[in-house]
């Protein structure tokens, strides 16, 4: 079955740096696109960067220039860098992957505060 577990979320100040790690397994990794979403209380869920099989990656514009997202195929895992952090960017983080169905990791809880 599809698994994929999120780690990396934490408390950090605005300005610092955080990386989201994702494991996946139960597919065969390098075939599928692989996405980040995040949902802050009281908002709907929303997808922050996605990576396709090939290395082609999207991001929301609120996150440009600050958020970095790649996989590394040989270890089925896929990243969020995420640097100059806001506090609009606190938020639980999951991870996506759309299958013969949508999975989601359990997400990640991301809050930046002083």
């Known amino acids: 079955q599809v698994q994929l577990v999120e780690s990396g979320g934490g408390l950090v100040q605005p300005g610092g740096s955080l990386r989201l790690s994702c494991a996946a397994s139960g597919i065969i990794f390098r075939f599928y696109a692989m996405g980040w979403y995040r949902q802050a209380p009281g908002k709907q869920r929303e997808l922050v960067a996605s990576?396709?099989?090939?290395?082609?990656?999207t991001y929301i514009n609120s996150v440009k220039g600050r958020f970095t997202i790649s996989r590394d195929n040989a270890k089925n895992m896929v990243y969020l860098q995420m640097n100059n952090l806001k506090p609009e960017d606190t938020a639980v983080y999951f991870c996506?992957?759309?299958?013969?169905?949508?999975?989601w990791g359990q997400g990640t809880q991301v809050t930046v505060s002083i």
């Open positions: 990576i396709s099989s090939g290395g082609s990656t």
């Open positions: 996506y992957v759309a299958g013969n169905k949508d999975y």
